[in-house]
């Protein structure tokens, strides 16, 4: 069974930089893209980034795009997002997903807190 487990998360000031794993198991890692997500108290879920099989296409939402970088490890069957010049409203619980597949499994999350 897929399992995901998020792990990095802290307490940062602005303009700080945190990297966050994700330890996958229970399917062929390298045959997937994979995500990062993120929630914020009362927000809706939102995508933060993505990256393909290979490790070659790495997609990022605006909010983020220019500050965090996705990458990955296929032989060690983890994924990483490296986040830099961190702001207030990057503020959120961070979550990594399976890409492009209907069932969405999600880990217990990282807290990522930024503040002063």
């Known amino acids: 069974q897929v399992q995901l487990v998020e792990s990095g998360g802290d307490l940062v000031q602005p303009g700080g930089s945190l990297r966050l794993s994700c330890a996958a198991s229970?399917?062929?890692?390298?045959?997937?893209?994979m995500s990062w997500y993120r929630q914020a108290p009362g927000k809706e879920r939102e995508w933060v980034a993505r990256i393909d099989e290979t490790g070659r296409r790495r997609d990022y939402s605006d909010s983020v795009k220019g500050r965090f970088s996705i990458s990955r490890d296929n032989a060690g069957n983890t994924v990483y997002l490296q986040m830099n010049n961190l702001k207030l409203e990057d503020t959120a619980r961070y979550y990594c997903?399976?890409?492009?597949?209907?069932?969405?499994?999600w880990g217990p999350g990282t807290q990522v807190t930024v503040s002063s």
């Open positions: 997903r399976v890409s492009r597949i209907s069932t969405s499994y």
């Open positions: 229970g399917f062929v890692f390298s045959a997937f893209g």
